[in-house]
């Protein structure tokens, strides 16, 4: 992903809100497979991490990208960004810049 590109999601990312919260059980099977559902309906999702999560913000956003096949747009204070492009051309609803 070009620096451009992240940018871009950064800004559709803004007005989003967080539709994830991962609390002290922190990244379970089931977290999991509700980001990769979400990420394959929406392709862009925030997340949002509470204060009794003892993990850090960027090793879940690894473990999470790495599970769903997805990229870490951006981690900011307890905030996380995923972007995944739908499989198919058609059903894709964000169209990044080249």
């Known amino acids: 992903m070009t620096s451009k590109q992240r940018s871009y999601l950064k800004g559709l990312a803004m007005t989003m809100e ?6 002290k059980s922190s990244v379970t099977p089931e977290i999991t ?3 990769a559902e979400a990420l394959e309906a929406r392709e862009l999702i925030k997340i949002n991490v509470l204060k009794n999560c003892m993990d850090d913000e960027k090793s879940i956003a690894q473990v999470l990208a ?8 951006q981690v900011i204070g307890k905030k996380i960004v995923l972007y995944k492009p ?3 051309e058609k059903k894709r609803k964000i169209d990044l810049p080249k």
């Open 66 to 73: 790495e599970r769903t096949h997805s990229e870490v747009v």
């Open 86 to 88: 739908a499989k198919e």
């Open 33 to 35: 497979a509700a980001v």
């Open 18 to 23: 967080p539709i994830f919260q991962i609390g």
